[in-house]
């Protein structure tokens, strides 16, 4: 079975370091090759995993924490401009 990653977003997280870290989430896909003839149909397989943009794996947990495997740094997602401009509405 044929594999590989769709990037479902982008965002930056900074670290237990002060380091600004920017992380890529992804979805694995598998192909689906039921009728030869077709052009390739690609199918989600409900596994997710997320990267730093150097390709180094970031472990998600239950809580939502994140931790860079190779050093064990803690990431904590930055709100992005839009959070924070959806958050100052005026009525």
Not at 1 to 18: P, Q, V
């Given at each position: 079975?044929?594999?590989?990653?769709?990037?479902?977003?982008?965002?930056?997280?900074?670290?237990?370091?002060?380091k600004i870290y920017e992380v890529?989430?992804?979805?694995?896909?598998?192909?689906?090759?039921?009728?030869?003839?077709?052009?390739?149909?690609?199918?989600?397989?409900?596994?997710?995993?997320?990267?730093?943009?150097?390709?180094?794996?970031?472990?998600?947990?239950?809580?939502?924490?994140?931790?860079?495997?190779?050093?064990?740094?803690?990431?904590?997602?930055?709100?992005?401009?839009?959070?924070?401009?959806?958050?100052s509405s005026t009525a």
């Open positions: 079975m044929e594999k590989k990653l769709h990037l479902l977003e982008t965002f930056n997280a900074r670290g237990s370091d002060g890529r989430g992804y979805e694995h896909l598998a192909r689906i090759d039921a009728v030869p003839d077709m052009l390739a149909q690609w199918e989600p397989t409900g596994l997710a995993e997320y990267k730093l943009a150097d390709g180094r794996h970031v472990s998600v947990h239950k809580d939502g924490a994140m931790t860079l495997e190779d050093s064990g740094v803690t990431l904590e997602r930055e709100p992005s401009s839009a959070d924070q401009t959806a958050g």
